[in-house]
């Protein structure tokens, strides 16, 4: 699972700084100690930062993260062949899945009905027909050509994806599924659960989505930084967090293309890149749906994007147009 990181943690609220004047974290109150990680996880680099009166117990409950991290990838991964899901693409079906399919396919589904569709993870099949173009044509600056688009679209669609309990199963030959759009999202959440369950108040965690737990000890937000998609080393915006999450994507992510103009952000209705937004994000309650949305949302108009807000006021959207 691979995700686009595109935010820093801060501790300043001051905008208008490179990154390279910010610093990683904050003072905390002396009865606290700060117990940081950084390292590499699900294929990227990840952070928890986290605020206690016991460092041993922080670490043991830590490694607690680190075995639930391990054990959903084995679950959720595209790139491990003898995961789940892997098998589900392969078999066109799974039998009694893991418990933990049906909280995120829920999830899923209702992304896909809050985005009108926008968000769908039954796209693996273009993502395919794209890889496979620009293996064949690596210079090539068009992409595939609208009779491949359309087979590929012709094996996906959230509404052909069958779910319960017991059993996952398309119902058209050829579809796949991916889950990176919202697996690092639930994965984080799933992590965090476990801290806030371990009476933890104040904790950061970074997987690709940002997961806050309460607020800063210093008893703020916790402040993050959103770099500026035309500029990776400044700031386009700093979003304060409290007891929530957010998740970026952007066309800047997983070329494609030699010339980045396709690249992993596919509307599951033309087959067609993102081109509406350089970057988006969205903070949520939780970092599932922050992590669905600003895939789905990548591809929303000002109106949609204004109307969504309009319905759900716990979410919040950042643009750079």
Known sequence: MQRRRFIQILATSATGLSLGQLAAASPAPRSLQAVRWQGYTLG??????????????????????????????????LYDHTS?????????????????????????NHA???????????IQPLWHAYKQHFQAQPDATTGPSEPTLAKARAHS?????????????????????????????????RVSDILRQAGYQHVLVELGETRALGSHPEQRPWK????????????????ELNDQALATSGSYGSPLSKDGSYHHLIHPQTGLPATRWKSLSVIAPTATQADALSTGLSFASNEQIHNI?????????????
């Not at 896909?112 to 039954?122: E, I, V, Y």
């Not at 993050?224 to 979003?239: F, M, N, R, W």
Request: a negative charge.
């Open 157 to 189: 669609g959230w509404e052909h994806l069958q779910y319960a309990t017991d059993s996952i199963r398309f119902n058209r030959p050829g579809m796949q599924l991916t889950l990176n759009g919202i697996a690092q999202g639930f994965i984080t959440d």
């Open 44 to 77: 990227a680099q990840g952070s928890f930062t986290l605020y206690t009166e016991n460092r041993l117990a922080a670490q043991a409950v830590l490694q607690h993260c680190f075995d639930e991290i391990r054990r959903l990838e084995s679950l959720f991964s």
């Open 112 to 122: 896909h009905a809050l985005s009108h569709g926008l968000f769908d993870p039954t």
């Open 309 to 321: 807000e309009h319905a759900h006021p716990k979410l919040r959207v950042l643009k750079q147009g």
């Open 224 to 239: 993050i930084g959103i770099k500026d998609a035309g500029h990776a080393s400044e700031l386009h915006e700093v979003a």
């Open 84 to 108: 789940e899901l892997c098998r589900l693409n392969r078999d066109g079906y799974l039998n009694a899945p893991a418990a933990d399919w049906r909280p995120l396919l829920d999830a899923a």
